[in-house]
T-cell receptor, first 112, second 114 residues
């Protein structure tokens, strides 16, 4: 089945700077790559996603890049704010298996 | 106003007992799922259902039995509970069981097995 690796596991940045999280996947048939944000005690919430027919997608301060040849995708948060502090999960799904496979998560802390 | 309702929010059980986790979604979705989150395995897929039919089961143990009595319900029965079953169990849903369908999570049931 699909395997998703996510790095780094912990990320600490200063307010106003950028934060980047990288993920890689194994199944070349995967075609859907969402990102979820989870705050303590809360459920994961979708913040942005990208499909395999795109290489780049931006929603406000969130940018997702997809490199299908390298089987890598990444999340970039520009101009980070303390409210961006949370756990972030990448995921991949596609092919004949509809299971959404998650990375192990990145704990992002944005310091004032 | 949550559209995927999970009950209870917290659950404490003793080893060997049986519990049922409730999930109802009011998004009009046709696919529902169970995921488990623990310190060891964040967001681990367990089951997927489409139109009340089991589509995928990634849980090795038969102690975990999903039950779909209605189209918008997918409960999870866990028997012979073990301390290792302690985790937060998230119910989720999507419009259809498609590769590019957005997945929405419920608020979770945090299970502690003593």
């Amino acid at each position: 089945g699909e395997q998703v690796e996510q790095l780094p596991s912990i990320l600490r940045v200063q307010e106003g700077s950028s934060a980047s999280i990288n993920c890689s996947y194994e199944d070349s048939a995967s075609n859907y790559f969402p990102w979820y944000k989870q705050e303590p005690g809360e459920n994961p919430k979708l913040i942005i996603d990208i499909r395999s027919n795109m290489e780049r997608k931006q929603i406000q301060e969130l940018i997702v890049l997809l490199d299908k040849k390298a089987k890598r995708f990444s999340l970039h948060i520009t101009d980070t704010q303390p409210g961006d502090s949370a756990m972030y999960f990448c995921a991949a799904r596609g092919g004949s298996n509809y299971k959404l496979t998650f990375g192990k998560g990145t704990l992002l802390t944005v310091t004032p | 106003d949550p559209k995927i309702i999970q009950k209870p929010k917290y659950l404490v059980a003793v080893t060997g007992s049986e519990k049922i986790l409730i999930c109802e979604q009011y998004l009009g979705h046709n696919a529902m799922y169970w995921y488990r989150q623990s310190a060891k395995k964040p967001l681990e897929f367990m089951f997927s259902y489409s139109y009340q039919k089991l589509m995928d089961n990634q849980t090795a143990s038969s102690r975990f039995q999903p039950q779909s009595s209605k189209k918008n319900h997918l409960d999870l029965q866990i028997t012979a509970l073990k301390p290792d079953d302690s985790a937060t169990y998230f119910c989720a849903s999507s419009q259809e069981l498609g590769a590019a369908e957005t997945l929405y999570f419920g608020s979770g049931t945090r299970l502690t097995v003593l």
